[in-house]
């Protein structure tokens, strides 16, 4: 079983700062998707991406996939306190239909 | 329009009874998956419908699991024999094709607790 390891595994900054989230396996994923679970919620859908070395903006949000399948980032700009939750990567492994592996996530406390 | 919705959303029961949990996902997703969660970890997956039948129920952690999903919409996952170790939120998703890149919508969960 491929396994995605996401760093750090908790984070607690101010309002206003950036920062990263990293997701990482040794093994190829045909795709890596990104999502935000907020307590007594299901996971919502942030980002999918296919092609290695893709990049992905969604407002103060920038999402890669690497150049090998392999691993991903997620990059907040000017943190807000709404960006607060748990922040999941799912990669989908080569060939399957749709099952995807999650990372344990990481979670994000953004203060005011 | 609606999403997948799940029942009970909380659920206790006592070690060694059987439960169902029941979800409903969004009309016209053909796929349909169940994952549980636990505290502090990812979701894990557990089982994969397309249409009526399981085509991939590698998931499942023991015979005690089992999930239906007769007429290719509702599904149950129904647990025999629960254990304490069974607690947790189990999680149902459907998505429109199931296929690696089609995205996974899911419910809130049930929350399940064994005692």
């Known amino acids: 079983t491929q396994l995605l390891e996401q760093s750090p595994q908790f984070l607690s900054i101010q309002e206003g700062e950036n920062l990263t989230v990293y997701c990482n396996s040794s093994s190829v994923f045909s795709s890596l998707q990104w999502y935000r679970q907020e307590p007594g919620e299901g996971p919502v859908l942030l980002v999918t991406v296919v092609t290695g070395g893709e990049v992905k903006k969604l407002k103060r949000l920038t999402f890669q996939f690497g150049d090998a399948r392999k691993d991903s980032s997620l990059h907040i700009t000017a943190a807000q306190p709404g960006d607060t939750g748990l922040y999941l990567c799912a990669g989908a492994e080569s060939g399957s239909q749709g099952n995807l592996i999650f990372g344990k996530g990481t979670k994000l406390s953004v203060k005011p | 329009g609606a999403g997948v919705s799940q029942t009970p959303s909380n659920k206790v029961t006592e070690k060694g009874k059987y439960v169902e949990l029941r979800c409903d996902p969004i009309s016209g997703h053909t796929a349909l998956y169940w994952y549980r969660q636990s505290l502090g970890q990812g979701p894990e997956f557990l089982i994969y419908?397309?249409?009526?039948?399981?085509?991939?129920d590698s998931g499942l952690p023991n015979d005690r699991f089992f999930a239906v999903r007769p007429e290719g919409s509702v599904s149950t996952l129904k647990i025999q024999r629960t254990e304490r170790g069974d607690s947790a939120v189990y999680l149902c998703?459907?998505?429109?094709?199931?296929?690696?890149?089609?995205?996974?919508?899911f419910g809130n969960g049930t929350r399940l607790t064994v005692t």
């Open positions: 998703a459907s998505s429109l094709q199931g296929t690696y890149n089609s995205p996974l919508h």
């Open positions: 419908f397309q249409g009526t039948g399981a085509a991939d």
